[in-house]
């Protein structure tokens, strides 16, 4: 590791939770005569790099902050340089530096700089609102605040496999949601299709990811994370409120999925170009009834296989007075074929708000998970 990088890195440790990029600034002009810093933090609409000081939003398509951002690989244009911020496939932004150095390998160790910097503001997001803020065009909703705190993160990506997931309207989300963990040979996914509107329906999707939470700690099946949460639910609402989910745990060896349909979104795979729906059991939906009894379906995967949950919001989203439909989705995801599951997430968003001429009404939820295959 060379010497700017590693007092980079001791910087970044050491630095006040909302004083990272200026403390970084000063590294980066004695190490590498750059006179100016910002970070570009991608929005909650995935539409926007939103500076954390000065400067306007960039929003131009195919600007170079944003091929930084879409390739995950340094970009310099116009003696600026463009570093993608990011973590474990969670992409957060892009560290700005001008001048940009001119030597390949001064890039490369700004890029490890900006990863760093990636993993520093993640430890200290909690500790102040700092990041949080900057990274909003607009005001959340209180709903829709209590629905992104909840989140683990929006992309995650290891070796065996890829995810990511978009929560819409991204700024006034009320019920939908997802969750996901890993221990390196399970992942495991849920997703939400909340009911309700505003913090009632916040209220209800947080019981029952915190319920299935609690029951995945504690190292139920996937039938009895569904009955725990169907219980935390029923025993509150009794009956009153309910909602649907479905539940999802890969076998990052062998490609096992175990599924368990709890009046869930759709689950659709994606394999060689060609767009399936798999063939679900419905079951009722979380705190219907009294003590539910679940259980689960299990499906092989294939290398390469890609699979995508989407809510009704998504199916049923409408522009002038036409219905967006199971045809145009699976036409759609088949073009996704070659795209990153972030990309892939991001690029359905977008054809849904051209589809509708704005943001979406109702709540919808958008997940990719690719398996990729064993690795050593």
Do not use: K
């Not at 890029?111 to 990636?118: F, P, S, V």
């Amino acid at each position: 590791m060379s010497e700017p990088v590693d007092r980079a890195r001791r910087v970044l440790n050491e630095a006040p939770a909302d004083l990272l990029l200026d403390r970084i600034a000063d590294v980066l002009a004695t190490g590498y005569g750059i006179t100016r810093v910002d970070l570009l933090q991608v929005d909650y609409r995935l539409a926007a790099l939103l500076p954390l000081v000065g400067d306007e939003p960039v929003t131009t398509p195919g600007h170079p902050a944003w091929r930084c951002f879409d390739h995950q690989s340094p970009t310099v244009a116009d003696d600026t340089g463009y570093l993608p911020v990011s973590m474990r496939g969670e992409r957060r932004g892009v560290l700005v530096v001008a001048p940009a150095p001119t030597r390949p390998a001064a890039l490369d160790e700004l890029t490890e700089i900006a990863t760093a910097l990636a993993h520093e503001i993640a430890a200290v997001t909690n500790g102040t609102d700092v990041y949080r803020s900057a990274r909003r065009s607009r005001r959340l909703t209180l709903a829709a605040e209590m629905q992104w705190e909840m989140l683990p993160g929006r992309s995650r990506t290891r070796p065996s496999f890829s995810l990511a997931g978009q929560l819409e309207p991204a700024y006034a989300v009320r019920g939908d949601s997802f969750d996901w963990s890993d221990d390196g040979t399970q992942v495991w996914l849920s997703t939400i299709n909340g009911t309700g509107e505003g913090v009632a329906a916040a209220m209800l999707t947080s019981l029952a990811t915190h319920a299935l939470r609690n029951a995945r700690r504690s190292g139920l099946g996937l039938a009895d994370q569904a009955a725990l949460a169907d219980q935390a639910v029923y025993d509150l609402h009794r009956g009153d409120r309910h909602l649907a989910a479905l539940l999802m745990e890969l076998d990052l060896r062998s490609g096992l999925l175990t599924v368990v349909d709890a009046g869930s979104p759709r689950l659709v795979l994606l394999r060689d170009g060609t767009v399936r729906e798999l063939p679900l059991e419905a079951q009722f939906p979380l705190g219907m009834f009294e003590a539910t009894d679940y259980r689960e379906q299990r499906f092989e995967l294939c290398r390469g296989d890609r699979l995508f949950v989407v809510s009704d919001g998504v199916i049923d989203a409408t522009g002038q007075d036409v219905r967006y439909g199971e045809t145009a989705l699976d036409r759609f995801l088949r073009r996704t074929g070659p795209m990153e599951p972030l990309d892939a997430v991001r690029s359905l968003i977008g054809d849904l708000r051209a589809f509708v001429a704005g943001d979406l009404i109702d709540d919808a939820v958008v997940v990719c998970l690719d398996w990729t295959g064993p690795q050593d």
